[in-house]
């Protein structure tokens, strides 16, 4: 699935803790599973890394990527 670069990476940075990106790319069942593990504080850490992998993922002429 395509997503708009930078929206995916700024909901991975501010509320990947929840699993936002993970709903806002169509991956429901892992939305799910950040959510429920969000007092642990795994999937802030996660969704941290996963924005600044974001950053070095290139770009269709669009701004989408691919996750």
Known sequence: ?????????LLAF???GLGVHKFY??????????FV????GIPEIIG???AILTVFKKSD?????AV
């Open 61 to 65: 002429s669009n701004g989408d990527i």
């Open 37 to 40: 593990f969000c007092w642990t």
């Open 14 to 16: 501010f509320l990947g």
């Open 25 to 34: 790319s169509n991956k429901r069942k892992l939305g799910i599973l950040y």
């Open 1 to 9: 699935m395509k997503v708009n670069k930078i929206i995916y990476m």
């Open 48 to 50: 941290i890394v996963e």
